[in-house]
Nanobody
């Protein structure tokens, strides 16, 4: 059974930093795309950052570009999201996602072909 477990969320002041981790179990994700999504109250879920199966390509939403960094450690089967210069509008539940099919692109993968974590709350106070 594949599981993605996020950690590292919490309450931080504007301008602060957090690092989210997503530990995977049940299967290697070495050749699979992964990403971070978030959903704020009353809003649709949106992609925050994505990383290719090789780790060589990354994507960032315009709203986080230059502030967030996505990375992966295939040996530890862990995905990370470093978040700096946090803003109140970054407040949301953050979800880790991993593709079910190898060599995927998480930005073009339908929900049914993605494993999702349970989410971790990030709250940024002004």
């Amino acid at each position: 059974q594949v599981q993605l477990v996020e950690s590292g969320g919490g309450l931080v002041q504007a301008g602060g930093s957090l690092r989210l981790s997503c530990a995977a179990s049940g299967r290697t994700f070495n050749n699979y795309c992964m990403g971070w999504f978030r959903q704020a109250p009353g809003k649709e879920r949106e992609v925050v950052a994505a990383i290719s199966w090789s780790g060589r390509s990354t994507y960032y939403a315009d709203s986080v570009k230059g502030r967030f960094t996505i990375s992966r450690d295939n040996a530890k089967i862990t995905l990370y999201l470093r978040m700096d210069s946090l803003k109140p509008e970054d407040t949301a539940v953050y979800y880790c996602a991993g593709g079910k099919k190898p060599f995927c692109n998480i930005l073009k993968t339908p929900d049914e072909d993605v494993y999702w974590g349970q989410g971790t709350q990030v709250t940024v106070s002004s």
